[in-house]
């Protein structure tokens, strides 16, 4: 019998394995398309779009610059369903025989083996420009940390946000308000799910600590004190629905990055020191965003809004900002060494910049929906220019009967939709919409999520990929 052991090879899919792989778990009918605009109901129900997810390339990690284009959002839609399966979620009417057999196949071994195995892969891809995006380099001592901590200056009031000056600005501040309140729905309908990876196993008072922040999020056990259901009442009182994922096709690609950037931190250990990190960064600038949240909701619905969640984290965060810096990040550098400073400076910075993708795509994507009209009305002059050969741009043929919903997805380019003939109703967000008429059409600008439904019995249009719609009008 020989002693030599076998090499150790990682496990990794690449290529067309890794797509084959992808399709498979995507191919469960719970993550087919939808034929109603919102999920209802029922928490395992997941639009995935497998049919466009062989022709994706899942191996290329994108920049900065494309991490909004459609493959980013198809990864994004998968890690958020790969990562659920480590919850518990239950329908709010009870399971009945549709949602029986969709539970037991979401937490089915076969969803959550074929998941796992295509994760690893799919975070590469989803997280890996934070990789140009940050870098900590130098010698780190507790006083340096302490240094670049107070010039974070994390507890002191900021401006508007970007997102806060777009509802503000919008032609309609309660849709864009409630379009800015779903995006918050997969983190604070399941609050403190992925920080609860970090407070299993053991490694002493520091874990006690942390838990006292998750036993503040959870109410001290009181389900009305329980900072999601606080939140479920701000959705109520704002005219939304408080069942888990039913907006899941108003997700913006950021809004999904911005909440699996913490799934992805807590699943994976060897990243609990960026967790740390990128909890400290959190818990501090909240109490100023939430003062801010809830003066942007009254000042938005009135009175009638109820802002208790933002109220509530506006008093207890900074508690949890000062106990994540002396009870936990302090501490774990005196026990394990200055060499773990990096590696919380490094999830701080990366959680900073996944905060300006999130604000940045918001803002454009309620710009966007504010614009319809004006994109409506852009139809005509890019119609003209394609149709008089003057622009030429690869085009697309569609036929669709009555009902055919075309579930929200995005374009990595400009593009002009034309109606040959019937009727579509053009949906550029929730509550937002343009009907298009035979002879009319909208441009779709680049990175912006959309779908659309037929209302005649057939609709014919063309999709022509124009790149940047500009170049159209000169």
Request: aromatic share 12%.
């Amino acid at each position: 019998m020989s002693h030599v052991t076998r090499p150790y090879i990682p496990f990794e899919l690449r290529g067309q394995e890794l797509r084959d792989a992808v399709v498979r778990y995507a191919s469960n009918p719970i993550y087919l398309d939808n034929e109603e605009w919102e999920n209802s109901d029922n928490p395992y129900r997941r639009q995935l779009r497998p049919q466009v997810l062989p022709h994706l390339d899942y191996d290329s990690v994108p920049g900065r610059a494309e991490i909004l284009d459609y493959s980013s959002l198809a990864v994004q839609r998968l890690l958020t369903s790969i990562y659920e399966a480590d919850l518990v979620f239950l329908p709010k009417s009870g399971l009945h025989e549709e949602t029986w057999q969709d539970f037991k196949s979401f937490y089915s071994p076969s969803n959550r083996v074929l998941g796992e195995m295509i994760r690893p892969a799919l975070e590469k891809y989803a997280f890996g420009f934070l990789d140009d995006e940050v870098e900590v380099s130098g010698q780190w001592t507790k006083e340096s940390f302490r240094a670049y901590i107070e010039s974070l200056g994390a507890n002191e009031p900021a401006g508007a946000s970007l997102t806060e000056k777009a509802i503000l600005s919008s032609a309609d501040r309660e849709r864009a308000a409630r379009m800015w309140l779903i995006q918050f729905a997969p983190d604070f309908l399941s609050e403190a799910s992925p920080m609860i990876r970090n407070v299993m196993g053991y490694y002493g008072a520091t874990q006690s600590e942390w838990f006292k922040i998750i036993i503040d999020e959870y109410g001290y056990g009181v389900h009305d004190t329980k900072h999601s259901r606080l939140f479920e009442r701000t959705l109520e009182s704002a005219g939304l629905q408080t069942d888990i994922h039913r907006y899941w096709q108003y997700y913006l690609n950021s809004s999904l990055l911005m909440n699996n950037y913490f799934h992805y931190l807590g699943k994976n250990h060897e990243l609990f020191f960026r967790y740390v990190g990128a909890l400290y960064y959190t818990e501090a600038t909240l109490v100023d965003f939430c003062r801010r949240a809830a003066n942007l909701l009254t000042t938005v619905f009135g009175e009638e809004i109820d802002a208790t969640y933002f109220t509530e984290h506006a008093h207890i965060d900074q508690h949890h900002g000062r106990m994540a810096l002396e009870k936990l990040m302090i501490p774990l550098i005196e026990e394990h060494g200055e060499q773990i400073i990096p590696e919380i400076v490094r999830g701080i910075e990366e959680y900073r910049v996944i905060q300006t993708v999130s604000d940045e795509d918001l803002a454009a994507q309620i710009a966007w929906m504010d614009r319809g009209p004006e994109f409506k009305k852009l139809h005509a002059p890019v119609w003209e220019a394609l149709e008089s050969g003057r622009v030429t741009a690869p085009v697309a043929d569609i036929v669709e009967p009555k009902g055919e919903l075309s579930n929200t997805h995005c374009h990595d380019g400009d593009e002009l939709c034309h109606i040959v003939s019937g009727t579509m109703k053009f949906v550029s967000g929730f509550d937002s919409y343009q009907i298009l008429e035979a002879g009319e059409g909208t441009v779709i600008q680049k990175n912006r999520l959309h779908g659309a439904i037929i209302e005649s019995d057939e609709c014919v249009y063309q999709i022509h990929s124009v790149g940047d719609y500009q170049k159209c009008l000169s």
